[in-house]
């Protein structure tokens, strides 16, 4: 293994505290304080080799990572920077012998928060523990916490090539209906598929078509909700709870705008709260920001489907920055660093009420190959409730690869009530559209 520091970029020296950030996007540059700290990050050397030289010329050192095989992280495995943690490890005590102890592990994403967690465990520092990432990872531990809890969790069982046929045939038994098969570690509905029924499930383990790592769940009804904020020593200090229009399975695999628009149901929005406080406290999740799924069942029941302790994808932390003026990047750096808060004090999406309800949407990117955009329509007809917009130009070449969230363009739209912002984004679907060809071959160098 190389663990080559071949960036060595900041030649100034740094008064403040060795910060240690395990993977890096340059979209969270706006979130680090380069001047105040020396700020190292280790990284895959394609990841690395992504960063823009000024950014990279921000770090102390940019510290390379060898993966086995693939060589980066891809988006079908999350798990990767877990499963090399003693590569991580020794990159990280080389930085230490060069800039001193580190002060401080950032782990932003949902496949460094638990190398993270194991990196702080190893140098003794404070923040968020391994038990507690465990728990916001691996979807059958955080199930089990949570239910031995009380909260009303979907019928799951961890499956494998090595399930036995009578313990699917007892959960076939529980939850007859249609059956989530889910990897344990994964996000964005990556690797997710839905069955018809438990007799499916059978029948695909008698196929030998069970893969290692993987959950079984019922199917629950009912609409589904984000919900984004802050938690420091243990109190929510923000809280925003956002409905999804669509799902993220569907997104992905049927080609589906996903859209979440803010409720204005005061007591639906308090009990969601008190929920997600139950959730939080059950897990030992204490300063982090934190992204959590549940059901609202058209029973009126609220039902835990899953949480990270970092902050959502797709337009979520957009949204949030855009509207409320939370900055959820920045809010993990500074709870990863044990510092206080940057939200001054507690509150909730309903404490602001210009727009009262407001959303993301993003449309989806459905394509095998690069393709060019040579027209685009509808803009010129966006409602005027829209707050903010992520479109390509023409000329831009899209691909529908390399990408969690692959979309022809992105919106933000608020409005008097949930009905009306939700009006507007069935209107922006209906009229925006883009024009595209198939883009030139790269030119060999």
């Known amino acids: 293994m190389s663990a080559g520091t071949d960036r060595a970029t900041a030649t100034e020296v740094h008064a403040g505290q060795h910060i ?170 990556i690797g997710v598929h839905i069955l018809d029924d438990a007799a499916a499930l059978l029948g695909l383990a008698a196929e030998g078509g069970l893969e290692a790592g993987y959950e079984a769940e019922e199917f629950i009804d009912g609409s589904i909700y984000h919900i984004d904020g802050v938690v420091q020593d243990g109190t929510l200090r923000w809280f ?51 992204h959590l799924e549940l059901f609202h069942t058209p029973g009126d029941e609220l039902v835990f489907l899953e949480i990270g302790n970092r902050f959502g994808g797709a337009g979520i932390s957009w949204h949030q920055r855009t509207v409320f003026g939370v900055d959820l990047a920045r809010e993990a750096v500074l709870a990863c660093m044990g510092r206080p808060s940057e939200v001054s004090t507690p509150r909730t999406m309903l404490d602001h009420r210009d727009p009262a309800s407001s959303g993301w949407l993003y449309l989806p990117l459905n394509v095998p190959e690069p393709r060019v955009v040579s027209r685009i329509t509808g803009l010129e007809d966006l409602p005027d409730s829209v707050l903010g917009s992520r479109v390509p130009a023409v000329g831009d070449v899209l691909r529908g690869t390399g990408d969690v969230w692959p979309n022809t363009g992105g919106f933000l739209v608020g409005g008097p009530s949930p009905t009306e912002v939700e009006k507007d984004m069935a209107r922006i679907v209906d009229t925006y559209a883009l024009t595209t060809a198939p883009a030139a071959p790269a030119k060999e160098e």
């Open 20 to 189: 240690v950030h395990v993977g890096f996007h340059a979209s969270e540059a706006h979130a680090v304080d380069f001047d105040a700290d020396r700020v190292t990050v280790v990284l895959p050397r394609a990841s690395a080799a992504r960063l823009p030289e000024e950014l990279a010329a921000r770090f102390a050192r940019v510290a390379l990572l060898d993966l086995p095989a693939s060589g980066d992280v891809s988006n079908a495995d999350l798990d990767t920077y877990d499963r090399n943690f003693d590569r991580i490890r020794a990159v990280v005590e080389s930085l230490a012998a060069e800039f001193g102890p580190p002060a401080a592990i950032v782990g932003l994403y949902e496949h460094t928060t638990l190398p993270a967690a194991r990196l702080r465990e190893h140098f003794g520092l404070q923040g968020t523990s391994v038990r507690t990432a465990v728990l916001c990872r691996d979807k059958v531990p955080m199930k089990q916490a949570v239910a031995a809890a009380g909260i009303p969790v979907p019928r799951f069982l961890a499956v494998g090539p090595d399930t036995g046929r009578a313990e699917l045939e007892a959960f076939a038994h529980r939850a007859p209906g249609r059956v989530v098969l889910k990897p344990r570690s994964q996000a964005a509905s």
């Open 240 to 290: 925003c709870a956002s409905r999804y229009l669509d799902t993220c399975f569907d997104f992905q695999h049927g080609n589906a705008p996903l859209a979440a628009v803010t409720p204005d149901d005061p007591a639906l929005v308090a009990r969601i709260r008190a929920f997600t406080t139950t959730v939080l406290r059950t897990l030992g999740l204490r300063d982090s920001v934190i």
